[in-house]
């Protein structure tokens, strides 16, 4: 869990950096293509403003993926350069606040599994096993349609 102390930063903004288990995360991952078994690595400046607090740096992952064409497994590196996060102290939204800490994690969690991929691909244009069979029933419906073509001409 990651989390910073709100007196700490009545004084001064944190920077908070190093890594964070994967499970401590718990992504909920009911995709098999997908696994987050490597930690978090962040970067961060945590700051108090007013009535929030603005979380911005860098966050990576590391997934290990399986790609949904050719089943082959590869790493997917997902990387937030800019993550930025407003987690306001008062309000309807408002963070929870447990002896002075907010848990950061959550918000982590959130934002990263937003980037998660949809459908793995190991390489953008991989051919996959679909694409191989899907060649295969073209080339069938080719042969087909020029054997209708061919009983055309016989009509005729
Ligand atoms: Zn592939």
């Known amino acids: 869990m990651l989390s910073v102390n709100l007196r700490h930063l009545e004084a001064h903004e944190i920077h908070l950096e190093g890594e964070l288990a994967a499970a401590g995360l ?3 991952l009911r995709d098999e293509m997908i696994r987050a078994e490597q930690p978090l690595r962040y970067d961060l400046t945590v700051e108090k403003m007013d009535d929030a607090l603005l979380a911005t740096g860098s966050l990576q992952l ?5 790609c949904v064409r050719c089943l082959k497994p590869f790493k997917h590196r997902l990387i937030l ?3 930025a ?7 309807e939204e408002k963070v929870s606040v447990n002896n002075d800490c907010v848990d950061l994690t ?10 998660f991929p949809q459908h793995p691909l190991c390489k953008p244009d991989c051919g996959g096993l ?10 069938k419906d080719k042969s087909e349609s020029s054997a209708w073509a061919e009983l055309d001409k016989l009509k005729l």
């Open 85 to 91: 996060c407003h987690l306001p102290l008062t309000g």
């Open 81 to 83: 350069e800019d993550w």
């Open 106 to 115: 959550p918000f982590l969690r959130e934002d990263m599994l937003l980037e």
């Open 130 to 139: 679909k694409k191989g069979q899907a060649q295969k029933t073209g080339g």
């Open 62 to 66: 590391i997934l290990d993926c399986q």
């Open 26 to 28: 718990d992504f909920g």
